[in-house]
């Protein structure tokens, strides 16, 4: 298995299912909750999300040709999405990427299962992991980096799901301090593989000649 390509992949999609960011959404929508509900929402939840990832990462190349888009300007368009999740990101500010909306977080708070609504989605297969898993599997040269990127979303889902159960206590550790600075590393990481992704796809479009 192509270990770049897995790393790359690795990297973006932490920044992008946000799997640190979860873990205090996560704690203060089920704080009145028992573990055994917990455990069962993120189960759930974490599932829901990888049928949504996988099945997107799989058929990436049939939706870009229904809708006509070309590898370019995915790559393109990719780049500059996660480039402003990374700008969230390094400014801690909160975003509907990664995330959820204040309106969406109001409306979570009223439900008794939020496994569907709002942790498969939009928290962990949201419109930036959603994009990214796309981005990853179309730019995928051969078929071990095309399954080295489907290994790493299950990989990251899986460190979600792990990152969920213990959410009480990563919030009560880390703080929003540790949260902050968490997101602003990573988020200066997400950037740098933005930036690269924008020039791969202006490149491969011919915009410059070459």
Known sequence: MPTTTFFVAFATLFATVGVADIAFIFAALTKHNTAKQRFAFATRGV??????????????????????????????????????????????RHSGGTG???????????REDIA????????????????AVILLT????????????????????????????VAIPIQR?????????????????LAALAVQFVFDGVKASGLLGG
């Open 47 to 92: 599932v829901i999300a990888g049928v949504i990832l996988l099945l997107f990462g799989v058929l990436g190349s049939a939706i870009l040709e229904i809708f006509g888009i070309t590898i370019p300007a995915l790559r393109t368009a990719g780049g500059l999405l996660l480039f402003l999740i990374a700008i969230d990101m390094v400014f801690a």
């Open 100 to 110: 959820t909306t204040d309106e969406e977080e109001v409306e979570a708070r009223q």
């Open 116 to 131: 569907v609504f709002p942790l498969a989605m939009p928290l962990l297969a949201g419109p930036g992991a959603i994009s």
């Open 138 to 165: 179309t730019g995928a040269s051969t078929n071990l980096e095309f399954w080295a990127v489907l290994v790493a979303v299950v990989v990251i889902l899986f460190l979600a799901w792990l990152t969920l159960l």
């Open 173 to 189: 550790v880390l703080g929003v301090t540790g949260l902050a600075v968490v997101s602003r590393v990573v988020g200066i990481l």
